[in-house]
């Protein structure tokens, strides 16, 4: 009965691999979006997406796409992975209201060798 | 300069006391969030405010929006309180993503 679900918790991986971490929500939320947290704890939006609008912070790498099959679902693929990828990636939801809180998943910690 | 500015950074305290920790942002925003990230890295939402207080048992959360400011409170504080406590702002107009502080370690000492 997870509210926010993420999978993997841990991907080692190596430098130039592409790889995906899956994020589904529960929660019949309409708005996901994926944070990244860098070794020095602090976090940062990558984006936000709800069924009309995928909106994307400027300064990820276009080697960072979303994908969403469906609207309890939304899929973080990275291409080409860099060093310093490496971090704790976190999934979240929130309802329609602009006054919603939101719900994390348990996050995935990404090292790239 | 960052948006949110949280303080202190490190906070170590005695099981009991009573802790305060500060958020100021610098933005026109819609709705500030506490945050809090246990060891394991779980990150639970505590509370969400656009004005007022709030209280939660052992927690209080405030928010002056005149002065750009809130303020977590926790009342005899216990070492299961040790955590990093994050604020968070939706600025105004930017969608419904977070901007965040860059949160402030809690350590509270039996």
């Known amino acids: 009965d997870t509210a926010v679900s993420q999978t993997p918790k841990y991907l080692v991986t190596q430098m130039g691999n592409d790889k995906s971490i899956k994020c589904e929500q529960n929660l019949g939320h309409d708005t996901m979006y994926w944070y990244k947290q860098d070794s020095k704890k602090f976090l940062k939006i990558m984006f936000s997406?709800?069924?009309?609008?995928?909106?994307i912070n400027e300064t990820v790498p276009n080697r960072f796409s979303p994908k969403s099959p469906d609207k309890a679902h939304l899929n973080l693929h990275i291409n080409s992975l860099e060093l310093g990828d490496s971090a704790v990636y976190f999934c979240?939801?929130?309802?329609?209201?602009?006054?919603?809180?939101?719900?994390f998943g348990p996050g995935t910690r990404l090292t790239v060798l | 300069k960052n948006e949110v500015e949280q303080s202190p950074q490190n906070l170590t305290a005695q099981e009991g006391e009573f802790i305060t920790i500060n958020c100021s942002y610098s933005v026109g925003i819609s709705a500030l969030h506490w945050l809090q990230q246990h060891p394991g890295g779980g990150i639970v939402s505590l509370f969400m405010l656009s004005s007022g207080k709030k209280k939660h048992g052992r927690l209080i959360a405030t928010i002056n929006i005149q002065e750009k400011h809130s303020s977590l409170h926790i009342t005899a504080s216990h070492p299961r309180d040790s955590a990093v406590y994050i604020c968070?702002?939706?600025?105004?107009?930017?969608?419904?993503?977070?901007?965040f502080g860059s949160g402030t370690q809690l350590t509270v000492l039996p």
């Open positions: 979240a939801s929130s309802g329609t209201s602009g006054y919603n809180e939101q719900f």
């Open positions: 968070a702002v939706r600025v105004r107009g930017s969608a419904r993503q977070l901007t």
């Open positions: 997406y709800n069924n009309k609008e995928l909106i």
